[in-house]
Nanobody, 123 residues
Framework: QVQLVESGGGLVQPGGSLRLSCAAS????????IGWFRQAPGKEREGVSC????????YYGDSVKGRFTISRDTANDTVYLQMNSLKPEDTAVYYC????????????????WGQGTQVAVSS
């Protein structure tokens, strides 16, 4: 059974950093691409970043390029999202999701989801 558990969210001041973790179980990271999505109140779910299943290639949404970095630890089946230079508009619930296909910024490609972790950026 595919399971994903996010952690690492919290409250941070603008300009600060957080690292989110997504612990996977029931599958290995070389079989599934992992995406990070976020959803702010009243807004649609937005693709943030994705890491490919085979070669670990990475992709980013325009709003986070240069600030966020996705990585994975295949030995521990964990994917990370390092978020730097955080802005108030980064405030959202962040979800990780898995797909047996290639990376996509569209949520409907992903079949398994974690429960989400709240990130709040505020002074």
């Amino acid at each position: 059974q595919v399971q994903l558990v996010e952690s690492g969210g919290g409250l941070v001041q603008p300009g600060g950093s957080l690292r989110l973790s997504c612990a996977a179980s029931g599958f290995t990271l070389d079989a599934y691409a992992i995406g990070w999505f976020r959803q702010a109140p009243g807004k649609e779910r937005e693709g943030v970043s994705c890491i490919s299943r085979r070669d670990g290639g990475t992709y980013y949404g325009d709003s986070v390029k240069g600030r966020f970095t996705i990585s994975r630890d295949t030995a521990n089946d964990t994917v990370y999202l390092q978020m730097n230079s955080l802005k108030p508009e980064d405030t959202a619930v962040y979800y990780c999701a898995a797909t047996p296909f290639r990376c996509s910024g569209y949520a409907y490609y992903f079949s398994s989801w974690g429960q989400g972790t709240q990130v709040a950026v505020s002074s």
